[in-house]
């Protein structure tokens, strides 16, 4: 095996480098005794590693002369020797073996850390789809729930307003029926338009609240007015399309039709 000398001092009993530093793949060493040895049991050794007794005192197991460590992990050791007969004269051999670049400690930071990063990416992922997911779940509830609105331009509604234009009709107010019969076609026109979108422009939401006032002014005579701040510009915001109609309807059903030329609805 090679090693790399870390100082140049030398052991005076074993003429090696007092640190001996071994590369990774060298898992496999063997020390050479020149001491002429006739029978193996004569020999014993002891192998440390990292302060711990990893192969306790025993005898020489290979040839006489040399012996022979097999599979070493990386890290510090002391091979220890001595002779059976004076067991109390021991000779030591510190030595080491490199890690492996990815067995480093720096290396098994990186590692740790990089599977820490994608645990927390996985979760920020899956807690982002999940957002996701409840975000279009409750898009889906808004739009089912615009949609709903949107249908209280409902059925008695329209008959409402055919009756009414019926009776001017039948008055014989041809230009108020023909006024309003050309109002209602429009906020029906501008119904189907719009009903598609989730969102329209303000000033085409109050276009379309403005159509449906008068057509209920017919029904119900009442003073109304829709004022917008001048800090608004109508045109750049948008909402809901008919996400008002039904508040103003409730407005006029509950608060005007009973009082006729009273009433007063004012939108702001």
């Not at 030591?92 to 599977?115: D, E, G, H, N, V």
Request: glycine residues 2%.
């Amino acid at each position: 095996a090679r090693w790399a000398i870390q100082d140049n001092e030398l052991d005076s009993l074993t003429l090696l480098p007092k640190k001996l530093i071994f590369a990774a793949h060298n898992d496999q060493l063997i020390f050479y005794l020149k001491t002429n040895i006739f029978e193996r049991s004569a020999l014993e050794y002891q192998l440390i590693k990292n302060h711990q007794v990893v192969v306790p005192w025993q005898s020489n197991e290979f040839d006489n002369n040399l012996i022979w460590l097999k599979e070493l992990p990386h890290g510090a050791y002391v091979l220890s020797i001595r002779f059976a007969i004076q067991r109390h004269n021991v000779t030591q051999i510190p030595f080491s073996i490199r890690p492996f670049w990815w067995q480093t400690t720096q290396a098994q930071f990186a590692f740790a850390m990089a599977a820490v990063l994608v645990i927390f990416a996985s979760v920020m992922l899956f807690r982002q789809r999940l957002k996701l997911r409840k975000a279009k779940q409750e898009k889906l509830r808004i739009i089912n729930e615009l949609q709903a609105i949107r249908s209280q331009l409902n059925p008695h509604f329209v008959f409402n307003a055919l009756n009414s234009i019926q009776g001017l009709i039948h008055q014989n107010d041809l230009s108020a029926a023909n006024y309003y019969l050309t109002t209602f076609s429009t906020l029906l026109r501008d119904s189907l338009h719009h009903h598609t979108k989730e969102f329209v422009p303000l000033s085409i939401e109050l276009k379309t609240l403005d159509r449906y006032i008068k057509l209920e002014n017919l029904r119900f005579p009442f003073t109304y007015s829709i004022d917008v701040d001048p800090a608004i510009n109508p045109d750049n915001i948008e909402i809901p399309y008919l996400l008002l109609q039904p508040i103003v309807e409730n407005a006029i059903k509950h608060g005007i039709s009973g009082r006729y030329q009273q009433g007063i609805l004012q939108l702001r």
